[in-house]
């Protein structure tokens, strides 16, 4: 039986973090070195040895088993198995009533997770599930963590300590970075479909803009946002009503500009690209039949075009999403605001709890895009 290549790999990679770094480490306060800790050093012995065999057992899966389905029952076993062994770890060295101390995974943990993450996706890579499915795995996966963590299972663990404490700021940050995103994302279609048809109409204006574009996208996030600050606070000065709006060298204002301005290409160059795959036939036909050029446009062009500005799209909202995390330093909010604050109190769970939501947003999001490009793709002309 030949063992698979990515299999060995992910095994010794997680058997060897296992065997050899801390699973969690213990503070005994937020900012405090921590004091490394191994499986069988916070379990009783039964329970450590039963979660070394499953998930070696796991392991075997992945060397050896060439179904995907089994492959991903391994992987997601695994992945249950190192949550429950987590938390009951941040069970067995929390003191009762204690709210000081923090218990955080270790590196062990992280490579582990991140081993049985690329074993769950290689399985569902070859499992090839349409988009309908790949959005259900998804909201399964993302129900599942959200009913852990309303049950509590994962509360004595250091990041939700850190989420009880910011639990109200915590909605407010993650509301602004979703709307910042979205919002900047809805400006850039505004203005960027119809730049896209002229350009396209028009090919002697398609080298200057999307060049102009393309300067746009090679500066610096940050630059960017330090750019527009300068100009946005002479407007705010200069007028008052803007003032009124909103609009000043800092907050959401330049962070909302930059986005837009770094929106602007994917979806011109999506739109473009995706009107030049349209059959000429197919459009030389409907002028037969006499529809208008604007018929044309909406009822033909577009809706063949649709694929590929989705994924357009998609590429600008994962973009955006990691982004407004930057656009914390000039006071636009969002998630970043903890991720800069942990980073400035040396607070490692403060920063987790606002970079995780920002990559599972991101995540979801080019999950559900991707899906749905597949599916106007595949939907009858």
Known sequence: MRADRLGALLSAAGTTALLTLPFVVFKANRIVPGTPQ???????????????ALLLAVAAVALCVANPRLRLLAALAGVVVAALAV?????????????????????????LSVCLGLLATDAITRLRPGPGRRVLLLVAALALAVLAIAHGTFDHLSIMREYAVNATRFAHEGARHVALAAGSLGAALVAGLPLGILCYRVPRLRAAVLGTLNL??????????????????ALAAAVPLAAQLGIRGIGAAPAVVALFLYSLLPIVANTVAGLKRVPRATVDAAQGMGMTSAQVLTRIELPLALPVILTGVRIVLVQNIGMVTVAALIGGGGLG???????GQTAIDLVLLGAIPIVVLAFSAAVVLDALAEVMERAPA
């Open 38 to 52: 191994t499986l069988s050093d916070v379990l009783p012995a039964w329970a450590a040895f039963s979660c070394y």
């Open 337 to 343: 605001t903890f991720v800069f604050q942990g980073i």
């Open 216 to 233: 746009i996208q090679t500066i610096p996030g940050i630059a960017l946002f330090g750019m527009l600050m300068a100009p946005l606070g």
């Open 87 to 111: 938390a009951a770890a941040g069970n067995a060295l929390t003191p009762p009533g204690n709210n000081v101390v923090r218990v955080a995974p270790g590196a062990a943990w992280w490579i």
